[in-house]
């Protein structure tokens, strides 16, 4: 049994090959832009690699954002497309809050952790979750002023993690910090945990864009 799981919705292009619940091949490279158009040259030469076939994919997830708009659907169309194409794959989406709280370790989970994504405007994607990292609260956009205040009013060490941790640290924030995952993408790692996840808990759900907030649209100048 074989799965694929792949993200474009950020800086990376990151493509996951499982056998059963063993990474058995990986891609991930960062791009300034153009991840999509890298996803299905990425997937096919995957394949070829190890020489298996789209019909002996059973399961497929992608990301769902919040993210990137264009990769964003791109990603999900890609999946759509294998789906309609493959009547006996599983296709489902899963969100990059999903797969970033996935990167805790037990020694770095606290009892208020929060996942904060960068969204390449003054705010944040942000959501928060508990010791059992259950979601405390649906994702939202915040900025750093309303993050640090909702954090230090828990009155506890708290745990960050995500891509846009680094912007989020860029000054002190006087936090009290039990840990600090800083990164610049999911890992392979984790995109494969939630797909093992999703299968062993029967629990799939079909990919559709993930807006915290509507797109932003620029016309650029002739």
Known sequence: MYTLVFDTTAARCSVCLLEKEKIIDKYSHVFD???????????????????????????????VGPGSFTGVRASISAAKIFGLALKDMVVSGFSAFDAYIKLLDEEDIAAYNAVIIETRRDDFYVRFYDKQ??????????????????????????????????RFLYQ????????????????????????????????????????????DVTVNPK
């Open 133 to 166: 990292l259950k979601p405390l609260d649906l994702p939202q956009t915040l900025s750093r002023e309303e993050i640090i205040k909702y954090l230090k009013k828990q009155g506890v060490a708290v745990t960050i993690v995500g891509d846009g941790v680094e």
């Open 172 to 215: 002190p924030s006087g936090l009290q910090l039990h840990s600090i995952k800083m990164v610049d993408g999911m890992t392979e790692e984790a995109l494969a945990a939630v797909a093992i996840n999703q299968i062993k808990d029967n629990k799939f759900n079909f990919p559709k864009p993930l807006y915290i907030r509507p797109a």
């Open 33 to 63: 832009f153009g991840q999509s158009e890298a996803l299905l040259p990425a997937i096919r030469n995957m394949l070829q690699k190890n020489n298996i076939t789209f019909s002996q994919i059973k399961y497929l997830f992608v990301c």
